[in-house]
């Protein structure tokens, strides 16, 4: 009998070491990897080899006012557009959620921004915002007069961050409606009906059904959007270059400056400030 259990555990720790070397390979490899490139001073010569400076990357990062510059930038961008499309793919999933004619069209439409090529995209959003005859200068300035000039949206330091967080909100909603759809249709009706019973409002039947049944797919949501929008780089770059948030940074230390040491330390110092958030946020919803 021990026999037979040795020869078992054998058997998984060999049917479970493709998926370690995978991960080791794809994860953990490129981790490590990325600290120690951030510790060194790296030589454009492949002939030469690279100089150790130990925590000096650190150290001038972190008292570079470009950096924080652009840390707030991430910030802005990644707490308004997560809001965004939690929020409005909340909405658009519990319109969508009732019963009535074409339903399933329209929610096949809804999901056209989300997988639509992303370069497609951006060349339309650009051509919305130009500021001689684009639409949307168009509206706000000649129809609604709430600004008085046409204002260049992509290329303006002061306005580009909000073309570039209307156009991730609109692209990456889909994706937050359909997780909450998926979660609203596993939803008892019998739960509603006794509400109704009960003499439950509709934002009653809301705050203490819908939104309790919610809650681990919100808090997913909220976690994964988090995470992709503070490494979000192709969006925000190819729409405009002037939305200087930490992806960009990082490029332009790598490849405008080459100063892949620095590059590397931006990265490690971001991977460890989204790791303390997502600990952290994961033992709030657990306890929500």
């Known amino acids: 009998m021990k026999f037979k259990t040795d020869r078992d555990a054998k058997l998984g720790y060999w049917l479970i070491l493709p998926t370690v070397v995978a991960i080791s390979t794809l994860i953990f490899y490129p981790v490590f990897y990325n600290l120690w490139l951030s510790m060194q001073e790296v030589n454009m010569n492949p002939i030469q080899p ?3 400076v130990g925590l000096a990357h650190f150290i ?3 008292t570079d006012l470009d950096f924080w510059i652009s840390f707030r930038t991430s910030l802005i961008f990644t707490i308004t557009t997560v809001i ?4 409005l793919g909340l909405a658009v999933a519990l319109l969508l959620n009732r019963d009535f004619p074409g339903r399933s069209v329209i ?3 809804i999901l056209l921004p989300y997988v639509t090529p992303v370069i497609s995209a951006v060349f339309g959003w650009k051509y919305l915002f130009n500021p001689v005859f684009g639409q949307a200068n168009y509206f706000l300035v000649d129809i609604l007069h709430l600004f008085p000039q046409h204002i260049n949206w992509i290329e303006s330091p002061a306005f580009a961050i909000y073309a570039v967080i209307i156009f991730n909100i609109w692209r990456n909603f889909p994706f937050a409606f359909l997780m909450i759809l998926a979660e609203l249709q596993s939803i008892s009706a019998s ?7 009960d003499g439950a409002s509709a934002w009653q039947k ?12 919100l808090g997913a949501l909220v976690i994964l959007r988090t995470i992709w929008n503070f490494y979000k780089f192709s969006e925000v770059y190819l729409l405009s270059a002037s939305v200087n948030v930490l992806p960009v940074y990082i490029y332009e230390k790598a490849f ?4 892949f040491g620095q590059a590397a330390a931006i990265s490690a110092i971001l991977f460890i400030f989204v790791l303390g958030f997502i600990m952290f ?8």
Request: hydrophobic fraction near 45%.
């Open 84 to 87: 965004g499309t939690t929020v």
């Open 256 to 259: 405008a400056s080459y100063d």
């Open 107 to 109: 929610r096949g439409v």
């Open 60 to 62: 001038d990062i972190l």
């Open 206 to 217: 809301f705050k203490h059904i819908t939104l309790p049944e919610l809650k681990f797919v």
């Open 191 to 197: 739960l509603y009906e006794a509400a109704e019973v």
């Open 50 to 52: 690279n100089t150790f």
């Open 281 to 288: 946020y994961v033992k709030k919803v657990l306890e929500w």
